[in-house]
């Protein structure tokens, strides 16, 4: 009986624990998830900006575009593979950084990208790296490989 209120104290400190708020990383993962998994994957681009913030930039070698042109991107990405399938496959969040190692899947039925349609299947991985500020993602860093894509679509020769 003696050990009775120490187990009591034992379990209502791992109940408190467990009931703790999300941390700031664990909100910006869930932020990820939802863009890739329900915005990206679903096609639902009508939602891309709950998760932007206003001033969002994404950066890549040519330059950086704006929140609409990300979107623009996203929906020419969608244009041209209507089947598009994203996978987050692993993430990692640190301060006010969420890293992402995605795979995006489908088939190139359709003109966009700047492409024909092949009708080839493409699978590419890829890795996003975003800041956030407030819950929102602020920036946007990107990498894939363009070269497979264009030799998955059977626009240029695969070097094999």
């Known amino acids: 009986m003696k050990m009775m209120p120490l187990w009591m104290c034992l379990i209502l400190l791992g109940a408190s624990a467990i009931a703790q708020p999300a941390t700031e990383q664990e909100k910006n993962k869930a932020v990820t998830r939802s863009f890739f998994e329900d915005v990206l994957d679903q096609g639902h681009l009508d939602r891309y900006a709950e998760s932007h913030a206003a001033n969002f930039v994404a950066h890549s070698k040519d330059g950086n575009m704006t929140l609409q042109d990300?979107?623009?991107a996203a929906r020419e990405e969608r244009k041209?593979?209507?089947?598009?399938?994203?996978?987050?496959?692993?993430m990692i969040a640190e301060r006010d950084m969420v890293a992402v190692y995605w795979t995006a899947s489908g088939t190139n039925t359709h003109e966009g990208m700047g492409f024909p349609a092949t009708g080839k299947h493409i699978v590419v991985p890829g890795m996003t790296l975003f800041r956030f500020s407030d819950g929102k993602i602020v920036e946007e860093w990107s990498v894939f490989d363009m070269l497979s894509v264009m030799q998955q679509a059977g626009l240029l020769p695969s070097g094999k």
């Open 80 to 90: 041209a593979m209507p089947d598009m399938h994203m996978t987050v496959n692993h």
């Open 70 to 72: 990300d979107l623009a």
